[in-house]
């Protein structure tokens, strides 16, 4: 991976570590600050399951909600951009080298709630 030099700095190669150290920094902060929808809603659903299996209250459940809504909103936009150019330049290197084959995922919104509280894809729920 080339980081593009400017007026000030020359470019210059980023080494394995480098590069290895970038994927667990944009992984922190997708995890930490920029939850992405699915990832909300995974959140909001475990939340949700918390309550339900009787290890906290709505009003805790909702608490512990708010304030991961609260963290994520005092995330500027511009780190935001920064972390969706980053990725896109990773994965763009990871193409380039071998590394990343983009991959078959299910969509949140193919997934289904049963009854008994279980996720599934919307064709594997029995009729």
């Known amino acids: 991976m080339q980081l593009k030099g400017d007026t000030n700095t020359p470019a210059m190669p980023m080494t394995?570590?480098?590069?290895?150290?970038?994927?667990r920094l944009l992984?922190?902060?997708?995890c930490e600050w920029t939850l992405d929808d699915d990832?909300?809603?995974g959140y909001l659903l475990g939340a949700?399951?918390?309550?339900?299996?009787?290890?906290?209250t709505p009003e805790q459940a909702g608490a512990v909600v708010?304030?991961?809504?609260?963290?994520?909103?005092?995330?500027p936009a511009y780190v935001r951009q920064a972390v969706k150019m980053l990725t896109k330049a990773l994965r763009d290197h990871e193409r380039k080298s071998?590394?990343?084959?983009?991959?078959?995922t299910t969509p949140i919104s193919e997934l289904?709630?049963?009854?008994?509280?279980t996720v599934a894809h919307k064709d594997d729920v029995p009729a």
């Open 98 to 104: 071998g590394i990343y084959e983009a991959h078959g």
């Open 48 to 56: 949700a399951q918390c309550v339900a299996h009787g290890h906290a």
């Open 66 to 75: 708010a304030e991961k809504a609260a963290q994520i909103n005092r995330c």
């Open 39 to 41: 990832m909300q809603r």
């Open 112 to 117: 289904v709630e049963l009854p008994d509280g």
């Open 27 to 30: 992984a922190w902060m997708r």
């Open 16 to 23: 394995d570590a480098e590069v290895n150290h970038l994927r």
